[in-house]
């Protein structure tokens, strides 16, 4: 899914940024076709691809089976980043990506 990136905010991504902000949060990043990849708590597999200074996109597989605690640790992990990638607060990605669902652009 795509996520839109605060102005401003894109550029500090750019190069090893990226990277670098996935290593702080998650610890261990690999390079998979151009995209960072990484898996924590009951995340399996967490992908991000820089698209443009404005956009990022993000693909997450997680383990159903997994316990609260790891639940509980992934959300948190995952907010954390999309807040400091995107520069946009959980609730204001989801009233954005309403909105764009609301015009069809998903």
């Known amino acids: 899914m795509d ?13 090893d940024g990226l990277k670098n902000l996935m290593k702080d ?7 998979e076709n151009g ?8 995340t399996t597999r967490f992908e991000v691809k820089l698209v443009s200074k ?3 996109s993000v693909t997450s597989t997680s383990d159903k089976g997994a316990s609260i605690e790891a639940m509980k640790e992934s959300n948190q992990k995952y ?3 999309m807040e ?18 609301k015009e069809g652009k998903l």
């Open 79 to 81: 907010n954390e980043f």
């Open 84 to 101: 400091k990638a995107t520069g946009f607060s959980t609730k204001e990605r989801s009233k954005r990506l309403q909105k764009k669902a």
């Open 3 to 15: 996520f839109d990136i605060k102005k401003g905010k894109g550029a500090a991504l750019e190069g």
């Open 25 to 31: 949060i998650f610890g261990k990043v690999t390079e």
């Open 35 to 42: 995209a960072y990849v990484t898996s924590f708590g009951a």
């Open 54 to 56: 404005s956009i990022l």
